[in-house]
């Protein structure tokens, strides 16, 4: 399968350099000084049980014209990139080309089949911890690698089951799902709420969840959530709450999400995505989203970096 990956950063490069042991023809759209790294030196991609994987050279390019037209096109860059990111990647479109976002959220599919209108979107979903460190240099926190993604009206088709077949040989866990708009609904009660209050207080999992009136923000969080996803035709359970608290329960305490880091970082938030669309998509349904508009408010002024 030749695959195109759009952003080689923290999600682009774990994803891409594990499909591209994998067996399948991947080239990196990348920029700057992690391009010059890609094309003179590969990825290097050092997790936390202390393995380091070098691929060597990648094929990596600024402009897809470069590449031509392949099989999936895969978008990992931030989502206030997206748009742009997206307009640009006409030249990798055949007539069967498939275009995976792996971005947070649930907007992504839409914000790009508005600045791309033509190929088919796939819904698609990341669980991973990994940043940057470095040109070339990747760094993953602990040893999670796993994916959902699938056609949003829940059917199957040849390259979903075969990138399905290219995840199980990678070791990334996960796969195909004929419930992708769930499993982004879900993944939003989790990370919006998790990012919004970890955010918030700066601390991590351990303190959220521990601090009673601050665990009692998170559980109203993910409810909502499940409320406005509920509202809007989303088959959730109607646990989901309860059972996001649990899995927040299971994680390391030190967990803490991509958001929260770029805060601490300085760096921009994808907030208008996360308690942001909560509060948006919430008033279009018409259903009430306190905590998150609390959320919203107190992060606003840190939404463009550094304050
Ligand atoms: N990091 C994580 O652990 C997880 C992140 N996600 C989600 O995945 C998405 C990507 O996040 P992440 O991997 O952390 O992002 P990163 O910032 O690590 O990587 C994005 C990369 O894309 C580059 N880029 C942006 N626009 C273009 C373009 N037009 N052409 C070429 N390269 C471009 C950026 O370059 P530059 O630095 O120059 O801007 C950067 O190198 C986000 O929506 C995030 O929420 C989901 C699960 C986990
Ligand atoms: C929680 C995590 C690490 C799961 O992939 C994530 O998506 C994020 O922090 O953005």
Same mark, same amino acid.
């Given at each position: 399968?030749?695959?195109?990956? =759009?952003?080689?950063?923290?999600?682009?490069? &774990?994803?891409?350099?594990?499909?591209?042991?994998?067996?399948?023809?991947?080239?990196?759209?990348?920029?700057?000084?992690?391009?010059?790294?890609?094309?003179?030196?590969?990825?290097? =991609?050092?997790?936390?049980?202390?393995?380091?994987?070098?691929?060597?050279?990648?094929?990596?390019?600024?402009?897809?014209? #470069?590449?031509?037209?392949?099989?999936?096109? =895969?978008?990992?860059?931030?989502?206030?990139?997206? #748009?742009?990111?997206?307009?640009? =990647?006409?030249?990798?479109?055949?007539?069967?080309?498939? /275009?995976?976002?792996?971005?947070?959220?649930?907007?992504?599919?839409?914000?790009?089949?508005?600045?791309?209108?033509?190929?088919?979107?796939?819904?698609?979903?990341?669980? &991973?911890?990994?940043?940057?460190?470095?040109?070339? /240099?990747?760094?993953? +926190?602990?040893?999670?690698?796993?994916?959902?993604?699938?056609?949003?009206?829940?059917?199957?088709?040849? +390259?979903?089951?075969?990138?399905?077949?290219?995840?199980?040989?990678?070791?990334?866990?996960g796969g195909a799902s004929d419930r992708i708009e769930a499993v982004l609904w879900e993944k939003l009660t989790f990370l919006a709420s998790v990012a919004g209050v970890g955010s918030a207080t700066r601390q991590p999992i351990g303190v959220m969840r521990a601090v009673p009136e601050t665990r009692a923000l998170l559980a109203a969080a993910f409810a909502e959530i499940v409320a406005v996803g509920r509202a809007r035709g989303v088959a959730l359970a109607a646990d989901l709450a309860e059972r996001t608290?649990? +899995?927040?329960?299971?994680?390391?305490?030190?967990?803490?999400?991509?958001?929260?880091?770029?805060?601490? #970082?300085?760096?921009?938030?994808?907030?208008?995505?996360?308690?942001?669309? /909560?509060?948006?998509?919430?008033?279009?349904?018409?259903?009430?989203?306190?905590?998150?508009?609390?959320?919203?408010?107190?992060?606003?002024?840190?939404?463009?970096?550094?304050?």
């Amino acid at each position: 399968m030749r695959i195109a990956i =759009i952003g080689a950063g923290g999600v682009g490069a &774990v994803f891409g350099a594990a499909l591209q042991q994998a067996g399948a023809e991947v080239a990196f759209v990348a920029r700057g000084a992690h391009l010059q790294a890609l094309q003179t030196r590969g990825l290097t =991609i050092r997790d936390q049980a202390g393995a380091t994987l070098s691929t060597g050279a990648v094929t990596a390019v600024d402009d897809p014209a #470069a590449i031509g037209p392949v099989d999936l096109v =895969i978008l990992t860059v931030k989502l206030w990139d997206l #748009a742009a990111a997206a307009a640009a =990647i006409r030249p990798l479109i055949g007539p069967a080309t498939l /275009v995976l976002p792996l971005q947070n959220g649930v907007e992504a599919a839409d914000i790009i089949a508005a600045a791309l209108p033509g190929p088919e979107v796939l819904g698609g979903v990341a669980y &991973v911890s990994a940043r940057i460190e470095a040109p070339g /240099v990747i760094r993953q +926190t602990g040893t999670m690698r796993s994916l959902a993604f699938g056609h949003r009206n829940g059917s199957a088709g040849e +390259t979903v089951r075969a990138l399905d077949a290219l995840c199980r040989a990678a070791g990334i866990k996960g796969g195909a799902s004929d419930r992708i708009e769930a499993v982004l609904w879900e993944k939003l009660t989790f990370l919006a709420s998790v990012a919004g209050v970890g955010s918030a207080t700066r601390q991590p999992i351990g303190v959220m969840r521990a601090v009673p009136e601050t665990r009692a923000l998170l559980a109203a969080a993910f409810a909502e959530i499940v409320a406005v996803g509920r509202a809007r035709g989303v088959a959730l359970a109607a646990d989901l709450a309860e059972r996001t608290m649990a +899995t927040v329960d299971g994680l390391p305490e030190v967990t803490r999400s991509s958001m929260q880091q770029d805060l601490e #970082a300085g760096g921009r938030l994808e907030l208008p995505w996360l308690s942001g669309a /909560v509060v948006r998509l919430g008033a279009a349904a018409g259903v009430p989203t306190p905590a998150h508009a609390a959320l919203l408010g107190v992060l606003a002024p840190y939404v463009e970096g550094r304050r």
